[in-house]
């Protein structure tokens, strides 16, 4: 291999490692701090040696990062995971692409303040995309380094988006400076100054998170005693092998193990997960045998209320369908399918939320219109479940809740709602099955976290398969369950009805850093089209 491959492939594969461990590697989201200095580096290095085609450098060390943090998406989908990676890096590629054209009219640390820019207004407008995959957005690497990221309740994750990007750029800038002995014109007050600075940019969020987390008190209002209970039924054979009344019995066996151990007699909420029955037709709950079971297993328990994921099902009649993804009846009328979640009293009293935030392609279609007929053509399935338009909040005994629907989870400014509508602790109920006992299960628990951070809210998580766990006000797991076995997990949660500066204000940086990145678009653009 020619020298410059060489050194070129070295750069690309120490950008994906380093940028890959946060995501694989508890408590090691610090490299994230300095793992994009290898891919400047290497851009650098390919300016000055004239390396031709470096697109496909930089495509291919996206690329590496995307697979090496979610190859698990293929476990679930192969066609979709090679999508996902291959998708993904193609933008961040393009993001630097632009960068890159942006040095030819930007001098000195312009083109840097216009990459990170442009950067987080991507991860800030991906968050309400149709086709949308915020999975590797950059402050999500502290996610399993919480101890990092306490000031989230300021910021929320784009401002850990933004702490990357200034500890890379900063420590690339001093590289290059010493490289190009720079330093050497510099008197003693620069050369202090320009490692204070360095030191600052790094350790200051650091040191004020420590701070923040120090200090923070957990708030407690009341609390509530919930039990979550975790069926370990496998996705991908309990339709084979199993019909939903033997999935009702093995949910209520788990729960009735739970109980019976149980010593206090405080209103106890019971927690099931995401999609856990086929059977709930909106409106018309009394039809559904799970429905009926459920309400039966309350009155054996008086005290109990009960959480639980269904795929539902909502019947009408009109001419015309309400959503593209609907689906016509032949005796005339409409079927409209959602991923939902349903609180259930003893007396039968029903509320449900459907999930808004749907996975591509398995759950919604984006841009129905077009995708829909083509789908026909080739003869390919797609998901056409429909959310509901805008947050809505359940409730356990007359307490205001948030139930965060799987990927739901993944979207912070989303879950804001929540708490704005007086949401007082949050629940998060999935089915992490379908990826199997792979880095991503890890990674989904582990942005709960993130969202206890910014709202300062108590999460109880159900996992069909694991992993449940208790999360506190610091994002701390408290406490849980074991991945793939059958479980419960009895404790409880706080309320707090404070509201944290980002969940008033929602994301301040991601409308900065928009706003300062089409500033730059525009004097980019003017100044091609002068030279024209």
Not at 35 to 57: D, N, T
Not at 76 to 91: D, K, R
Not at 99 to 120: D, E, H, N, T, V
Not at 438 to 446: A, I, K, V
Request: net charge positive; charged share 15%.
């Amino acid at each position: 291999m020619p020298r410059n491959n060489s050194t070129m492939a070295a750069f690309m594969l120490a950008f994906a490692v380093l940028m890959s461990l946060p995501w694989l590697i508890p408590h090691t989201g610090f490299a994230a701090l300095f793992g994009f200095v290898p891919l400047l580096l290497m851009e650098r290095y390919a300016a000055a040696h004239g390396v031709r085609r470096f697109w496909m450098w930089h495509y291919g060390a996206f690329v590496l990062w995307n697979a090496f943090t979610t190859f698990w998406v293929c476990w679930a989908t192969v066609g979709g995971g090679i999508f996902a990676v291959l998708a993904n890096a193609l933008q961040m590629s393009l993001i630097f692409g632009l960068f890159r054209l942006s040095k030819k009219k930007f001098k000195g640390a312009l083109p840097y303040i216009f990459l990170a820019a442009m950067w987080i207004a991507w991860e800030r407008a991906y968050f309400s995309a149709q086709i949308s995959w915020p999975w590797l957005v950059l402050g999500n690497a502290l996610a399993r380094s919480t101890e990092l990221a306490q000031w989230y309740e300021y910021t929320g994750s784009l401002g850990g988006s933004l702490w990357i990007w200034a500890c890379n750029l900063s420590l690339f800038g001093f590289i290059t400076a010493l490289h190009d002995r720079r330093t050497d014109r510099w008197n003693a007050k620069a050369r202090i100054a320009s490692v204070a600075g360095l030191l600052l940019v790094f350790f200051g969020p650091m040191v004020t998170s420590a701070i923040i987390g120090g200090r923070y008190q957990e708030v407690s209002e009341g609390r509530q005693e919930v039990l979550i209970c975790q069926p370990n039924l496998d996705p991908y054979q309990k339709f084979q092998f199993l019909n939903q009344n033997q999935q009702n019995a093995i949910l209520m066996d788990v729960a009735e193990e739970g109980l019976a151990g149980r010593k206090s007699d405080s209103p106890l909420l019971v927690i099931a997960p995401e999609t856990f029955t086929n059977d709930i037709v909106v409106g018309e709950y009394e039809t559904s045998p799970t429905w009926r079971r459920f309400v039966q297993f309350l009155n054996e328990h008086p005290g109990t209320e009960m959480l639980f994921g269904a795929s539902s099902r909502e019947f009408y009649p009109d001419a015309e369908p309400r959503d593209p993804c609907d689906f016509k009846l032949d005796q005339g009328g409409w079927i409209q399918r959602h991923n939902s979640a349903l609180d259930l009293k003893a007396d039968g009293t029903t509320e449900i939320f459907h999930k808004s935030r749907l996975v591509v392609g398995t759950e919604m279609t984006p841009f129905p219109k077009v995708i829909l007929p083509l789908a026909r053509l080739l003869n390919t399935g797609i998901g056409r479940c429909v959310g509901q338009p805008e947050v809505t909040l359940l409730h356990a005994f007359g307490i205001p809740y948030g139930c965060a629907i799987c990927y739901e989870s993944v979207f912070g400014e989303y879950c804001t709602e929540y708490v704005r509508k007086g949401a007082k602790f949050l629940t998060v109920i999935t089915n992490d099955a379908w990826w199997g006992n792979t880095p991503g299960y890890r990674q989904h628990l582990s942005y709960s976290a993130l969202r206890a951070i910014e709202l300062r809210r108590d999460i109880a998580r159900c996992g069909n398969t694991g992993i449940s766990c208790l999360i506190d006000q610091k994002g701390r797991i408290l406490e849980h369950g074991p991945w793939w076995e059958k479980a419960t997990l009895e404790g409880s949660v706080n309320f707090n009805s404070r509201v944290t500066f980002f969940a008033e204000n929602g994301d301040i940086i991601g409308r900065i850093c928009t706003f300062v990145f089409l500033l730059f678009l525009l004097a980019l653009a003017v100044r091609f089209l002068i030279k024209k």
